[in-house]
C-alpha cells in the first residue's frame, strides 16, 4: 500500500509596521519616495551613527503580539543578524534573536469546509527591514535605500498548518486582524506584507518532524497556497521513491507554478548573532502594556458578535462582512440611516461583492457614499422603484458618482404603479400570448411568470411586479 504523508507548514510572515518614521531614526517611512531621498547616516549605516528605538513601533509591535494573544517578555533585547548584501549597508540587520518582543500566542482559523483550528504563535520580533535593489532595464542593478531601516514585525508560527488551505486561511485570517489593529496598511503589492513557508512531509502518524524546505517568494496569499500545494506533491513524490528530500531555500515561480532551488538553507549561527552593543536589553513599562490593552480596537471577532446581537445578521453573514474591516465599517454606517441591516447586509454581499470581484477591487477603494445606497434601497422599500431597476441604479450609481434620486429622475425609472397604465399593459401581453393564457387557465402555472415576465420586459423593468401579479391574474379572469 502506498505510505500516506502528512504536511507540516511553518509560517513567517514579514509585516511592513506603519509609523510615521524608520525603526531607529527620524526619517520618514514612506513609500514611494524618490530613491535615497528617504535616509540619513543611521539608515546608511554610517561609522559612528546611533540608533534610538522609536517609541510608536514598540507601541504597534506590543499592540499586534498582545492581539495575537502573545505574551510580552518581561526583558527584551536586540541583536545583530550579520550578513552581506548590497542593500544592507551596516552589513547587519538590527533583530531580536533570543529574547525577543514577545512569544507563546494563538490564532484561531477557519479554513475552507473546515472546524475552527488554534495556531500556536511561537514569536512576534521586531527587526528592520533592509534596502531595495533594482535590477534595471539597462542591465544595471540599482540600490535604494529608502527602505532600509524601516520597521517590520516577524511573526512565525509553530509548524501547526497541515494543509495548503490551512495556510491560506491563517493569512487571510492574519492580514484581517491586522487591519482592524491598523499597525499596517498590510498591501502584499508594496511588499508591506511578505510570507515564506517551511515545509516539510512525514508518514501519517509519526511525530519526529521531516527535512524542512522553505519557500521563498510568493507574492499573494493565493501564490502561498499554490506553492505549497506544488511542494507537497514534489516532496511526496521524492518520498514514493526513497529520494532524499534536501534542506534548502526553494523560490516560488509564479509564471511556471514550481518552486526552484536557491541556495541550501543557512543555520541561525550562520549569522553569527549578538547583542546590539548601541541598544540596551531593555524592560517594557507594564503601564504601556496597560495602556495598549486599554485602548485596543474592536477586533475582528468581538465586531462579528456585535453585527450578529446588533442587527440580527446571521452567523455566515457577520462572518463575510467582518472578513473586511473596510466591508463592517461600510455595513455599519449604512445601518445607522437605514434601519433594515438584513437588507443591506443581503446587498453588501451580493451586488456590492459581485461588482468589486470582477473588478478585482479591494473593499477599501469602493467610494460609493453609504447614504446613496440606503436612499436607494429606501426608494425600492416604499415601491418607487422595483428590485430590478434598484440592481440597474446601482451600477449607475458607482459609475456616474450620482444620487439614485437624480438616477431614477433623469431615466424615468419611477415603478409603474398607476393601475390605468398597467392594466393596458397587460392587455396588450395577453392578446399576443393569447396560447399561454389559455394554458394558463386550463392549470399550467408556470404560464403565469412567463406573462409576468412579458409585462415587465413591455416596461422595462419598471412595472410594480405585485400589481402586475394581481391585475394579471385578474384580467384573465374576465377572458
Ligand atoms: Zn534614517
Known amino acids: ?75 527584551m533585547k536586540f541583536d545583530r543578524k550579520n550578513y552581506f548584501y548590497p542593500d544592507l549597508p551596516k552589513n547587519y540587520q538590527i533583530s531580536q534573536y533570543d529574547m525577543p518582543l514577545s512569544e507563546a500566542g494563538l490564532l484561531e482559523i477557519i479554513a475552507k ?9 511561537k514569536r512576534v520580533h521586531m527587526e528592520e527591514d533592509a534596502g531595495k535593489l533594482l535590477h534595471e532595464e539597462d542591465n544595471i542593478t540599482r540600490v535604494d535605500f529608502n527602505r532600509s531601516g524601516t520597521p517590520l514585525l516577524e511573526i512565525v508560527t509553530e509548524p501547526d498548518i497541515n494543509s495548503p488551505e490551512e495556510a491560506y486561511a491563517y493569512l487571510l485570517t492574519l492580514k484581517n486582524l491586522l487591519e482592524y489593529l491598523e499597525v499596517s496598511d498590510c498591501d502584499m503589492e508594496k511588499g508591506s506584507l511578505r510570507c515564506d513557508a517551511n515545509i516539510s512531509i512525514r508518514p501519517a502518524g509519526q511525530a519526529a518532524l521531516g527535512v524542512k524546505v522553505e519557500v521563498k517568494n510568493m507574492n499573494s496569499f493565493k501564490g502561498v497556497r499554490a506553492a505549497l500545494e506544488y511542494e507537497q506533491k514534489r516532496q511526496e513524490s521524492l518520498a514514493q521513491d526513497n529520494e532524499k528530500i534536501i534542506q534548502e531555500t526553494r523560490l ?14 543557512e543555520e541561525a549561527h550562520d ?18 502594556i496597560k495602556k495598549i490593552k486599554n485602548n485596543m480596537p474592536q477586533l475582528p471577532a468581538e465586531k462579528k458578535k456585535q453585527i450578529i446581537k ?20 461600510y455595513f455599519l454606517k449604512c445601518a445607522q440611516s437605514y434601519n433594515q441591516p438584513k437588507i443591506i447586509a443581503n446587498w453588501i454581499i451580493s451586488e456590492i461583492l459581485k461588482y468589486l470581484n470582477s473588478k478585482n477591487m479591494e473593499f477599501r477603494y469602493f467610494d460609493l457614499p453609504p447614504a446613496h445606497l440606503t436612499d436607494m434601497l429606501k ?31 433623469e431615466k424615468g425609472l419611477l415603478q409603474i404603479s398607476d393601475e390605468t397604465e398597467l392594466r393596458a399593459v397587460i392587455k396588450a401581453v395577453l392578446r399576443q400570448h393569447a396560447q ?34 394581481k391585475l394579471l391574474k385578474e384580467e384573465m379572469g374576465n377572458i
Open 379 to 409: 426608494m425600492m422599500d416604499s415601491g418607487k422603484i422595483s428590485g430590478k431597476i434598484a440592481k440597474d441604479v446601482l451600477s449607475d450609481m458607482i459609475t456616474s458618482k450620482k444620487s439614485p434620486q437624480d438616477i431614477v429622475k
Open 252 to 265: 516560488w515561480d509564479s509564471d511556471k507554478k514550481i518552486t526552484q532551488p536557491m541556495r541550501t538553507k
Open 1 to 75: 500500500m502506498k505510505q500516506q504523508y502528512e504536511i507540516v507548514v511553518g509560517l513567517e510572515v514579514h509585516l511592513h509596521i506603519a509609523t510615521a518614521t524608520k525603526a531607529f531614526c527620524g526619517c520618514k517611512n514612506e513609500f514611494g519616495l524618490k530613491p535615497n531621498s528617504g535616509v540619513c547616516p543611521v539608515c546608511m549605516g554610517f561609522p559612528g551613527s546611533l540608533p534610538v528605538l522609536n517609541e510608536k513601533y514598540l507601541e504597534y509591535a506590543v499592540k499586534t503580539a498582545l492581539a495575537l494573544n502573545c505574551k510580552i517578555s518581561d526583558k
Open 271 to 288: 549569522y553569527r548573532y549578538f547583542p546590539d552593543p548601541d541598544l540596551v536589553p531593555f524592560e517594557i513599562d507594564p503601564a504601556l
Open 436 to 469: 399561454v393564457t389559455k394554458d394558463y387557465k386550463s392549470g399550467k402555472e408556470a404560464a403565469l411568470s412567463f406573462l409576468v415576465g412579458q409585462a415587465m420586459k413591455a416596461t422595462k423593468g419598471k412595472a410594480n411586479p405585485g400589481m402586475v401579479n
Open 310 to 329: 446588533d442587527y440580527g445578521i446571521s452567523e455566515y453573514d457577520a462572518g463575510i462582512l467582518i472578513s473586511d474591516k473596510a466591508m463592517a465599517e
Open 113 to 121: 469546509d473546515a472546524a475552527p483550528k488554534k495556531i500556536r504563535i
